[in-house]
């Protein structure tokens, strides 16, 4: 009798011990812009509150133009941007947390007594459905967004890891997944992308962007649409032919151009001429089996992940060290990435070419990565025809006891956005997103419209007759297919897509691409 009441009391203090566990305190509201929501992991949800406590397992949802500030237990804090939802899924004084960004993005600066902690380790870990950031610094943006696919990591101080997920990755090993990626420094921009294996080579984020991010802190939003082109502040002559030459001539072009010098010296090694060379190559961008970099001085939007590299009308600026290009757009006084007079990026990261007449887009510009002197400017580049999506799939609440069931949420969360325009819908045991009108979603990101036309994850349009469209728009087995260089039998590494008429083409989102949205009521 007296061994069973000793087991009971043993199982009652643990369940106790793992109950408190579970709602440990983490995290206070400090401010609170606009309207955001919460659900705990005990099922309680409702309006956040400044100087109310999260706990462990809480998600944090912010609508359009909403903003908040948490400072976590070590005195770390971090802005939830506009749109975005997070998890806080672990975080402790004595071991590395993790944040979950469901979508949209944050900032946030880590404490420099957290860093105190194993330097060779991540101190905090933020990671998305398709990426993952090991934190060794003090200062970063993270954005993830579900359409794209996409992942971004900006470093404002400090140092982080950045690498993307993998089928067959193991997730309670987030330190091992971040010591194969990319190490970032200050001043620096990585996207992981859904189409590449690798998150881009880190490259300097265009100063005038990367400083107005710095100081946006408080996720100010612009009303901005558009960037008018600007007067390069590089003197006339310095051209990426100049600075492809030796470095003895490229030195001596600054200097007579600028009246500067070359700072030919890292922190405590003195480089010889051909590391200066190698590393203004390197600055110019470059494809190297899976290692693919922007120009250095690239653009980027955050909220997709669209890159946006310096194209062959660049001009390098040594002050900044970076290329400067008045063709490629700007950024609002925030940092927001906006495009120049004549285009506009759609909230599934394509930027569409407007008729200067009517003001209606009528074309996709299809953005690749490539080295400054073959990257075409934006009025240049290769486009498609984009076709005026004609399906709209409205899709809204979920279904009953979601709310009730957090784990189940998120899982909802990874696959869908936010909509305000709600309406019935089902959800099936594999995930299959079903309208009420026929039209489904499934797993994979495969769209099925009302006709039985499909578009795959990947771009491809798969028409009821069997006729099926690449991503590129170029009809499978048609005379323009089959001209095509045949690529490799072993292709599992490929990373560039096929070359034609020599353009390579990353095969933009197909026109009408239908866009899937949930609401989570």
Request: aromatic letters at 4%; glycine letters at 8%; a positive charge.
């Amino acid at each position: 009798m007296k061994k069973n009441l000793l087991c009971t009391l043993l199982i009652v203090v643990s369940l106790f011990a793992f109950s408190s566990q579970k709602a440990k305190k983490v995290a206070i509201v400090k401010l609170v812009r606009g309207n955001a929501e919460l659900l705990a992991p005990n099922g309680d949800k409702g309006k956040i509150k400044k100087d109310q406590w999260l706990t462990e397992g809480t998600i944090i949802t912010t609508s359009n133009k909403s903003f908040v500030r948490l400072k976590f237990i070590d005195k770390s804090s971090m802005n939830i941007g506009p749109k975005s939802s997070l998890k806080i899924e672990k975080f402790s004084k004595d071991e590395a947390g993790v944040i979950n960004v469901l979508t949209g993005k944050i900032r946030s600066q880590v404490t420099k007594s957290y860093l105190d902690m194993d330097k060779s380790k991540s101190k905090l870990f933020i990671k998305s459905r398709n990426a993952v950031m090991g934190v060794r610094g003090t200062d970063f943006m993270f954005s993830a967004n579900q359409v794209t696919g996409a992942a971004t990591a900006v470093l404002f101080e400090g140092a982080i890891v950045f690498n993307k997920i993998k089928k067959g990755d193991n997730l309670r090993d987030l330190e091992g997944i971040v010591q194969r990626g990319r190490f970032i420094n200050p001043g620096e921009v990585s996207v992981a992308m859904r189409n590449k294996t690798r998150p881009t080579v880190p490259a300097k984020l265009n100063q005038r962007q990367f400083s107005k991010l710095e100081r946006n802190q408080n996720f100010e939003v612009s009303n901005m649409k558009n960037s008018k082109k600007f007067r390069s502040k590089v003197p006339p002559g310095l051209s990426g032919d100049i600075v492809s030459s030796d470095t003895g001539n490229l030195k001596n072009q600054i200097k007579k151009l600028t009246n500067i010098s070359v700072n030919t010296k890292s922190q405590n090694e003195t480089r010889d001429a051909g590391q200066v060379k190698a590393d203004l190559e390197d600055s110019k961008g470059f494809i190297r089996g899976d290692d693919v970099k922007p120009a250095d001085g690239v653009m980027v939007h955050l909220e997709t992940g669209t890159i946006i590299p310096p194209g062959i009308d660049s001009q390098f600026d040594p002050n900044a060290g970076e290329w400067v290009s008045t063709t490629m757009g700007g950024s609002t006084g925030n940092g927001e990435y906006v495009p120049p007079e004549g285009f506009k990026l759609t909230d599934e990261g394509q930027l569409l070419k407007m008729n200067v007449e009517t003001g209606v887009a009528n074309e996709v510009v299809i953005l690749d990565i490539k080295p400054v002197d073959q990257m075409p400017s934006l009025d240049n580049a290769p486009t498609v025809e984009y076709i005026t999506p004609s399906t709209d799939i409205e899709i809204g609440p979920s279904p009953a006891g979601m709310m009730d069931n957090p784990e189940k949420m998120q899982d909802e969360f990874n696959k869908l956005e936010n909509s305000d325009n709600p309406d019935s819908v089902k959800v099936m045991d594999d995930g299959t997103i079903v309208n009420p009108d026929g039209t489904m979603v499934s797993p994979d990101g495969t769209v099925v419209l009302k006709d039985g036309t499909k578009i795959s994850a990947d771009g491809r349009v798969i028409k009821p007759d069997g006729q099926v469209i690449t991503g590129e728009g170029i009809v499978a087995g048609s005379e323009r297919d089959l001209a095509r260089p045949p690529r490799p039998s072993d292709c599992s590494t490929c990373q560039q897509p096929d070359n034609f008429n020599g353009a390579s083409v990353s095969g933009p989102p197909p026109p009408g691409k239908t866009r899937v949205k949930i609401n989570i009521n």
